[in-house]
C-alpha cells in the first residue's frame, strides 16, 4: 500500500506532468477516486492491464476489480489504447477479455508462454501420510533453497506450514482469511530471505518476482491448468538457474474435486440470487444506484463474502444488475489553510468546515457519507465529487477509508431459465477446465510441457525437442529427492504430539463465549475430515479450528485421539460435560483450571 505522504507527491507529479508511467493496482484504481479523477485528466498514451486473466470471470483467479476497469476509466477525458497483458489465458478467457474492456478490434500477439528452464515433475501418493513425507524428503533435498508450497484449502495451508517448522523448517503460512498486514508481513519476510517457505492458497503471488524461488509444489491438484501453469510458473524466475515444479495427488484429490462440480447447485443458486435480489432494495440508494457493505450484505443473505462477488456477476451476465464502480461510504478529511477563490465556492468550503464538520486546519476529521446525508440532507455523491475537486487543487486531503459496492438494478426478478442456462454453462467449462488438469496428472505417454503448451493453444514444444529441463515423463531417471535417506526425513507421524493437539484444541472450544463444540466434531476436525459422514458436513466454525488435520499423517489417528482424550481426563487436565443447543443435549470437552495452568492460560 502506498502511504498518504507518497500519494500526495504522486497526484502532485501528475498534476504538473511529471509522471511518464505510473503503476496502478486494479483496487487502487476502482476504488481511490481522487488518484482517478487525477489521472483522468492526463493525455493517457495507453492503458495497460498486466495479469489480464482476472479480468475474466471464466479465467483461475477473477477478481471483479479488474472488470471494473472500464467502468472506473469511462469518466477520462479521454478513451486511451487499451493493451491487456498475460501469459495464462486460453481462447475462452481471450475472447472474454476483447468484450470485458471493451476493446476495439484488437491485435493479438501470442507467445509461447513455456519457459524452459523449469522441470515438471507429478508423484501420485497412495495416502496422505505418504503426501507429507514426500513433501518433508523434497524440502530436507531441497535444503535452504526458497520456494512455495500450493494447497486448495486454507486450513490445509496452515496444516502443512505447522508441520514444516515441527521438521525445523522456515515455513509461514499465507492465504486470504488473514488479516492484510499478516499477508503484508508474511510476504516481506518472504521476500527478504527471513521466511524459506510458504505454503499458500492461491492468494500468494500475483505481482511476485523473486529472482531465487528454487521449487514450486502443488500439495494437492489444483482446480485448473491454467492456475497450476501461473503458478508453477513463479519458480526459476533467474532464467539462468533450474526451477522444478512439482504436482502430487491422490486418488482422493481427483473424487473430491469431482464431486465439488458434480452436483447439482442450480436451487442453491437461484436461491441465493433471489435472497441478495430481495435484500438489493431496502440497502441505502445514491441516485439510481443502490449502495452496500459487502460484508453487511454477505451476512444478510447468508453467503461467503467470497462467493457474493461470484453471484453478483452472474447476476450481471444474465441482465439483471449492473455492477458500477465504488463509492466512499468513509473516509478522512484534513483541511490546508487555503481557501476556493470563487466567492460562492468559498461560503460551502467554509460551511462545510466550521459548521459540519466541525474540523480544524491540518486536523484529519472522519466522515461518515451516511450520516452526513442523514443529519445535513448533503448528497453523498455530490460530496465525494467537491472533495476531490478541492484535493486536486489542494486544498484539502480526502482520502476514501471504506467503500461501499454500487449496483444499478435493473430487473425485479431472477430469470430462473436463464441463471440455470449460465449455471450449467459455468459448470461445463469448470469441468473442462478440471479435466484438463486431472488428464496433465494422471497421463504417462506425452511430455508434460507439451500438454501444458497444447492447453494455451501453442505449438508442440517437447522437452527433448527444444532443450529444455526434462519432465518426469521424458527422463529415465528417478525424481531428485528419492536418494535422501529416509534417516534424514523426518516422519510426520514424530512430529505430531497427540496430547498437546488434543489440549489445544479443547482450549480453542472453552475460548466461545456463546457455546462449546461437541467432542465428535472437534475429533472430526483434527483428523481432517470435512463431515461427519454422508449429507453431514462440518461447519465453516470447526473447518477453521486452527488444529484442522494436525492428526492427519497419523498411523491410528482415530484411536490416538481416544486415548490421549481419555488419559487427559484421567490426569484432570480435561473433563467431558453434557451441553444444550436449540433443544439437543451433547457432550463436550473443556480444560479444568490444571488445563489451563498446563498451557500457561489464566484459570
Given at each position: 500500500?502506498?502511504?498518504?505522504?507518497?500519494?500526495?507527491?504522486?497526484?502532485?507529479?501528475?498534476?504538473?506532468?511529471?509522471?511518464?508511467?505510473?503503476?496502478?493496482?486494479?483496487?487502487?484504481?476502482?476504488?481511490?477516486?481522487?488518484?482517478?479523477?487525477?489521472?483522468?485528466?492526463?493525455?493517457?498514451?495507453?492503458?495497460?492491464?498486466?495479469?489480464?486473466?482476472?479480468?475474466?470471470?471464466?479465467?483461475?483467479?477473477?477478481?471483479?476489480?479488474?472488470?471494473?476497469?472500464?467502468?472506473?476509466?469511462?469518466?477520462?477525458?479521454?478513451?486511451?489504447?487499451r493493451?491487456?497483458?498475460?501469459?495464462?489465458?486460453?481462447?475462452?478467457?481471450?475472447?472474454?477479455?476483447?468484450?470485458?474492456?471493451?476493446?476495439?478490434?484488437?491485435?493479438?500477439v501470442?507467445?509461447?508462454?513455456?519457459?524452459?528452464?523449469?522441470?515438471f515433475?507429478?508423484?501420485?501418493?497412495?495416502?496422505?501420510?505418504?503426501?507429507?513425507?514426500?513433501?518433508?524428503?523434497?524440502?530436507?533435498?531441497?535444503?535452504?533453497?526458497?520456494?512455495?508450497?500450493?494447497?486448495?484449502?486454507?486450513?490445509?495451508?496452515?496444516?502443512?506450514?505447522?508441520?514444516?517448522?515441527?521438521?525445523?523448517?522456515?515455513?509461514?503460512?499465507?492465504?486470504?482469511?488473514?488479516?492484510?498486514?499478516?499477508r503484508?508481513?508474511?510476504?516481506?519476510d518472504?521476500?527478504?530471505?527471513?521466511?524459506?517457505?510458504?505454503?499458500?492458497?492461491?492468494?500468494?503471488?500475483?505481482?511476485?518476482?523473486?529472482?531465487?524461488?528454487?521449487?514450486?509444489?502443488?500439495?494437492?491438484?489444483?482446480?485448473?491448468?491454467?492456475?497450476?501453469?501461473?503458478?508453477?510458473?513463479?519458480?526459476?524466475?533467474?532464467?539462468?538457474?533450474?526451477?522444478?515444479?512439482?504436482?502430487?495427488?491422490?486418488?482422493?484429490?481427483?473424487?473430491?474435486?469431482?464431486?465439488?462440480?458434480?452436483?447439482?447447485?442450480?436451487?442453491?443458486?437461484?436461491?441465493?440470487?433471489?435472497?441478495?435480489?430481495?435484500?438489493?432494495?431496502?440497502?441505502?440508494?445514491?441516485?439510481?444506484?443502490?449502495?452496500?457493505?459487502?460484508?453487511?450484505?454477505?451476512?444478510?443473505?447468508?453467503?461467503?463474502?467470497?462467493?457474493?462477488?461470484?453471484?453478483?456477476?452472474?447476476?450481471?451476465?444474465?441482465?439483471?444488475?449492473?455492477?458500477?464502480?465504488?463509492c466512499?461510504?468513509?473516509?478522512t478529511?484534513?483541511?490546508?489553510?487555503?481557501?476556493?477563490?470563487?466567492?460562492?465556492?468559498?461560503?460551502?468550503?467554509?460551511?462545510?468546515?466550521?459548521?459540519?464538520?466541525?474540523?480544524?486546519?491540518?486536523?484529519r476529521?472522519?466522515?461518515?457519507?451516511?450520516?452526513?446525508?442523514?443529519?445535513?440532507?448533503?448528497?453523498?455523491?455530490?460530496?465525494?465529487?467537491?472533495?476531490?475537486?478541492?484535493?486536486?487543487?489542494?486544498?484539502?486531503?480526502?482520502?476514501?477509508?471504506?467503500?461501499?459496492?454500487?449496483?444499478?438494478?435493473?430487473?425485479?426478478?431472477?430469470d430462473?431459465?436463464?441463471?440455470?442456462?449460465?449455471?450449467?454453462?459455468?459448470?461445463?467449462?469448470?469441468?473442462?477446465?478440471?479435466?484438463?488438469?486431472?488428464?496433465?496428472?494422471?497421463?504417462?505417454?506425452?511430455?508434460?510441457?507439451?500438454?501444458?503448451?497444447?492447453?494455451?493453444?501453442?505449438?508442440?514444444?517437447?522437452?527433448?525437442?527444444?532443450?529444455?529441463?526434462?519432465?518426469?515423463?521424458?527422463?529415465?531417471?528417478?525424481?531428485e529427492?528419492a536418494?535422501?535417506?529416509?534417516?534424514?526425513?523426518?516422519?510426520?507421524?514424530?512430529?505430531?504430539?497427540?496430547?498437546?493437539?488434543?489440549?489445544?484444541?479443547?482450549?480453542?472450544?472453552?475460548?466461545?463465549?456463546?457455546?462449546?463444540?461437541?467432542?465428535?466434531?472437534?475429533?472430526?476436525a483434527?483428523?481432517?475430515?470435512?463431515?461427519?459422514?454422508?449429507?453431514?458436513?462440518?461447519?465453516?466454525?470447526?473447518?477453521?479450528?486452527?488444529?484442522?488435520?494436525?492428526?492427519?499423517?497419523?498411523?491410528?489417528?482415530?484411536?490416538?485421539?481416544?486415548?490421549?482424550?481419555?488419559?487427559?481426563i484421567?490426569?484432570g487436565?480435561?473433563?467431558?460435560?453434557?451441553?444444550?443447543?436449540?433443544?439437543?443435549?451433547?457432550?463436550?470437552?473443556?480444560?479444568?483450571?490444571?488445563?489451563?495452568?498446563?498451557?500457561?492460560?489464566?484459570?
Amino acid at each position: 500500500s502506498t502511504s498518504r505522504v507518497v500519494l500526495s507527491e504522486i497526484l502532485r507529479d501528475l498534476a504538473r506532468g511529471k509522471v511518464r508511467l505510473l503503476y496502478v493496482s486494479p483496487e487502487r484504481m476502482v476504488r481511490d477516486p481522487v488518484l482517478r479523477g487525477a489521472i483522468g485528466r492526463q493525455n493517457l498514451r495507453s492503458l495497460v492491464v498486466d495479469e489480464a486473466h482476472c479480468v475474466s470471470v471464466w479465467g483461475h483467479d477473477f477478481r471483479p476489480e479488474f472488470r471494473q476497469i472500464p467502468t472506473a476509466v469511462a469518466t477520462f477525458e479521454q478513451r486511451s489504447n487499451r493493451v491487456a497483458l498475460t501469459a495464462t489465458a486460453p481462447p475462452e478467457v481471450q475472447a472474454d477479455l476483447d468484450s470485458s474492456l471493451e476493446m476495439i478490434d484488437p491485435l493479438v500477439v501470442r507467445e509461447s508462454a513455456d519457459r524452459p528452464n523449469l522441470g515438471f515433475r507429478v508423484i501420485r501418493c497412495e495416502s496422505e501420510r505418504e503426501r507429507a513425507r514426500e513433501l518433508l524428503r523434497f524440502v530436507t533435498w531441497a535444503g535452504d533453497k526458497p520456494g512455495i508450497v500450493y494447497t486448495g484449502k486454507r486450513s490445509t495451508a496452515e496444516e502443512i506450514a505447522a508441520l514444516l517448522r515441527r521438521a525445523d523448517v522456515r515455513a509461514r503460512h499465507y492465504h486470504a482469511g488473514m488479516v492484510p498486514e499478516q499477508r503484508e508481513a508474511v510476504q516481506d519476510d518472504f521476500l527478504a530471505d527471513t521466511t524459506q517457505i510458504i505454503v499458500a492458497t492461491q492468494a500468494f503471488g500475483m505481482g511476485i518476482n523473486k529472482p531465487n524461488i528454487a521449487w514450486v509444489v502443488h500439495y494437492d491438484l489444483p482446480e485448473s491448468l491454467d492456475g497450476y501453469a501461473q503458478e508453477a510458473g513463479r519458480a526459476g524466475r533467474d532464467r539462468e538457474s533450474v526451477g522444478l515444479c512439482v504436482l502430487m495427488y491422490t486418488k482422493h484429490d481427483i473424487a473430491r474435486r469431482r464431486g465439488q462440480l458434480g452436483k447439482d447447485r442450480s436451487a442453491d443458486d437461484l436461491r441465493a440470487a433471489e435472497r441478495i435480489l430481495a435484500a438489493l432494495p431496502s440497502q441505502r440508494r445514491r441516485g439510481d444506484a443502490v449502495v452496500f457493505d459487502p460484508e453487511t450484505l454477505s451476512d444478510e443473505v447468508g453467503v461467503d463474502a467470497d462467493d457474493l462477488n461470484v453471484h453478483l456477476a452472474r447476476l450481471e451476465s444474465i441482465g439483471v444488475l449492473r455492477r458500477d464502480v465504488d463509492c466512499s461510504a468513509r473516509g478522512t478529511l484534513a483541511v490546508g489553510v487555503r481557501e476556493p477563490e470563487d466567492e460562492e465556492e468559498r461560503r460551502r468550503f467554509r460551511h462545510l468546515q466550521h459548521h459540519v464538520l466541525r474540523c480544524r486546519p491540518n486536523v484529519r476529521a472522519l466522515i461518515d457519507f451516511s450520516a452526513l446525508e442523514d443529519e445535513h440532507g448533503l448528497d453523498p455523491d455530490e460530496l465525494e465529487s467537491q472533495l476531490i475537486a478541492w484535493a486536486r487543487e489542494r486544498l484539502v486531503t480526502f482520502s476514501s477509508s471504506k467503500r461501499f459496492w454500487r449496483v444499478a438494478l435493473l430487473s425485479t426478478s431472477v430469470d430462473a431459465r436463464a441463471l440455470r442456462s449460465d449455471g450449467d454453462r459455468w459448470q461445463r467449462w469448470q469441468q473442462r477446465r478440471l479435466q484438463a488438469v486431472i488428464e496433465y496428472a494422471t497421463q504417462t505417454s506425452e511430455c508434460r510441457r507439451n500438454v501444458i503448451s497444447r492447453h494455451f493453444g501453442d505449438r508442440e514444444r517437447r522437452c527433448g525437442d527444444i532443450g529444455a529441463q526434462l519432465c518426469d515423463l521424458c527422463s529415465a531417471t528417478e525424481r531428485e529427492w528419492a536418494s535422501v535417506p529416509d534417516h534424514l526425513v523426518p516422519d510426520p507421524e514424530t512430529l505430531v504430539d497427540v496430547p498437546l493437539v488434543v489440549l489445544q484444541t479443547v482450549a480453542w472450544s472453552t475460548a466461545f463465549q456463546r457455546g462449546k463444540y461437541g467432542e465428535g466434531g472437534l475429533k472430526a476436525a483434527v483428523l481432517g475430515q470435512e463431515s461427519f459422514g454422508a449429507g453431514r458436513p462440518l461447519g465453516a466454525g470447526l473447518l477453521g479450528c486452527p488444529q484442522f488435520g494436525a492428526l492427519r499423517h497419523v498411523r491410528g489417528a482415530d484411536r490416538q485421539w481416544d486415548r490421549a482424550v481419555q488419559s487427559l481426563i484421567d490426569r484432570g487436565v480435561l473433563e467431558r460435560q453434557q451441553a444444550v443447543h436449540a433443544g439437543h443435549t451433547y457432550r463436550t470437552l473443556v480444560l479444568t483450571d490444571s488445563g489451563r495452568r498446563t498451557l500457561g492460560l489464566s484459570a
